[in-house]
């Protein structure tokens, strides 16, 4: 019986990249199973005033649903045994960079995923990296080599 | 599969809230597992005693009782994802405080279910919350988004 | 020369207890800190609003400063050798049982002082001290003999 | 004798916010010891190059100064008693975000500063924080609170 | 599905208690299981030289043994959910209370049993306990409740 | 239901040492799980190029391969019940010794194998053992001690 | 400005092995601060009751007295660099192996000191300690190496 | 007034780079304070048999002395903020890569230091540092950049 690996993946919420590496996963049948934060914008956006009752103040109404959101993200990045954290191109995405800060504080093993266009911002995050990858195809070579010791041309 | 949470249910014994949430959870098919203080309040109240023998002094009856059920409250918070604790109008309730200030410094994340006539003697409560709740059902409602992700009227 | 041991002094705000325990401690010369909440309630009371802005919701107006007061508190409990939590006859006094249940989860040894008539309701919190007194002047004897090792009609 | 509090002030390096913090917290007396990354910019951009030999890609020769500046800055977080982040109104700051999550893992106090024109990209930062200033002033008096327990109006 | 508590049995190895709280666990169908030191006291003596090689010396034919039978103890230790240790009125001992002490540092539960007679000496380790029983039949029942909320005469 | 033991197998890569121990584990049944650094040696110095991208220099070619198999190691390493480090009798084995520290700084039980001829230089390695074997056939029968309580020609 | 080393001396109090220590220390000037549990044995068992008032049941007596030493024993062993347990040949001393348990969990470095006929049954003690020591002048030696790195007939 | 810097330097012994180190850090005045294990090395060897008496076993003999070194190396390596690992071309050094690993696990920055020629052996310790120097120069460099902000060409 194998053991399943947790995999966190933080960060953009724009692209299919997360169906991408969990289809790449299943393809080479990897012992994994991914988490995420919830990536239905609105919801994540709304949560707390639907739930808890509205708020008048946009800080007050951030404030609620970022807290609820932080249950499950705090939670997930803990139970994790790898954090994937990725930058898009787009949006200031403070949120990925504070969960890269807190799973590196925590002693998480960090994959980054970016483009080359945004490598000189992320130098610090990067930094507190053990992987930089630049597609969610080279974070599932990645897995497959550090979960199952294969690697293309090599052991196989 | 799907990873199981542990809930902690904490404070108040008088109503039947604890039935109300795990009612809730079941209709949602939650994969939730709760555990409690033991709600029993004689047996609570003479556990010590009556399994170690009497003692004349209330002071030391009560201790005996309380540290065997320190020995359940401890064990179970520190196993929990997620710490409720709902205060009711009525007792001092100086127990649950205890719990929500235990559960604060493991960093275990806290949700806490009050009504509204008393929100300012839980102030410093409060304020260590992820989310403030006045009823069991929103505490589901939070359970069903932090869990599954979903939320009335957007995921759904 | 000798350690100084920092001692915070949690709860009632309403008598001089602290005075009296600084007072005796100076008698004896202990080599002590104390450190405590602010204890000027209005303060306390509105010190978020009064530097971050008013809120119309009392529960913000709440949360800010309680958030505020926080910074102060679980850092001072974060370095205190020992925690004392005072319960007065009156008032809910949430925050305190809190702090108790903060301090044992950190493991600092807890000193509990209240009176016989609320003996209890604090059994679980007494329950998870290394003392429990009636007086200030019993406080102050037992950091004379845990500090210093002396003890009145044995040692001197 | 009073007790030094440390305070890491991470984040914005492209205005004179340190020194006004520094200047309220000199005419207050303050009782505090500031710390901050390196913010000579090109000095912080080049030290890893300049220090140990060039780097053809600028992959590595930002890595080689990131991790040397991650030396002086995970540091000084780790001694901090509070840490402050300041966002402003340019610029990714990833890495400002990065130590603020970083000091939430940690467990460490946070106040966050920005202006109200970014609240929202921010609220996963700011849902982390115990107090969240618009201006180095502010934050001047949360420290002269904390600390010292005074208050403008109140206290004063 | 019900969680398993671990159970670790510390002590006295020269009396069938062991098997007496296995069997009375069995008979409540409590979900716990037990684990122990090695109990045949000649391996145990004698389990570094057998393996690893005769020693001359007596101190170091011990210490070989002791430090293999310490990979098994404080493992167990550590896995734990509750530790008992249990002192008969023979022999020094001294491995029993130093397991207590490992485990009071570890933040476990502590049960100690013994007999009447030997109090005083015992006074610092039951200190550090919660729960301070007599016969293995108490530890059962102490058990059930903690685990079940059982509890004769009240519950049942 | 017996417990699986994690037992980490970290060191020399030029011999049969793992499959002669998973071999004698077998024949014994016992309840163990074994995992190692990936033991392909081309594949673990290219691992890191081959999937990110060449690099020209050698330096960030080792640096590349390195992180990522730390991924595996250190993950494994924190997971392990037991960790044993085997150092053969050439190469420099740094990475071996570092598993070792690593191991001893997070409280792992370690088990050191080697033969005599390098006792001197791995005296500080060894004296942070608990058990120091020749060989792997000694390791199978601590493991059976250590997990089962089994001696060869005393509980047998 | 040299450090100084925080030395615990638990154990034995009816010979004078602490002075024997103390003055061997100064006689080399080491930068050494002794702390140790209170030795007025008298005042060790009647500190609870003293302070906090009369118990009929000897195991309450016992228990308020060994909870406020244990304020002291536990505070001096979290700040100790080094811990020091000496055993003596009589008594049971259950207390001493409580504390080289505690100081073990918490990687405390350990040195043991006791006499050659009682080495069986300290061999589980023992085993965790770094060094086992005869004579309180051998203890000296220690600290003198260890501190200042001077040892007889090699560095003087 | 300044903080002290707390370094320690580990690892080869048969160079006067600690000496160079010191002194290039009293030519800037940094505040920091060098610490580094026992570098006498016969003492070192027979530190162990010079204090508690002589083995017949070498292995003994080394077992003594390599623990009695641990008590100083793991205490100064927990205190330090800066661990400093130099690996000489001679020699195994197993000592010097099981403090490399041990600091890493703890979380300290480390900085490895060694010739280009052993880079391949070493990229496993050097992937879990914070910076590789070939020279002592570049270190009391690095130390002036991360203390005081200071680099040559840049804020000079």
Known sequence: MQDIWS?????????DWREEIAKGAKEKA??????APVTD???????GVTILGGEEKKFWHDRKGAQINGIRTT???KKADIVVVRFG???????AAFDA???AALGKPLIINHGPEIVHPLKEVDAAAMAVAET??????????????KLAGYTE
Chains 1, 2, 3, 4, 5, 6, 7, 8 share one sequence.
Do not use: M, R
């Open 7 to 15: 995999i966190y993946l933080s960060g953009e919420i724009h692209t």
């Open 30 to 35: 990897l012992p994994v199973q991914f988490s």
């Open 41 to 47: 914008h609105p919801a994540s956006d709304d949560c």
């Open 75 to 77: 939670s997930l990045i």
């Open 89 to 95: 191109e787009k949006y200031k995405q403070w949120n």
């Open 101 to 103: 800060g807190y799973a």
């Open 136 to 149: 969610p195809a080279q974070i599932v070579e990645i897995l497959d080599y550090v979960i199952n010791g």
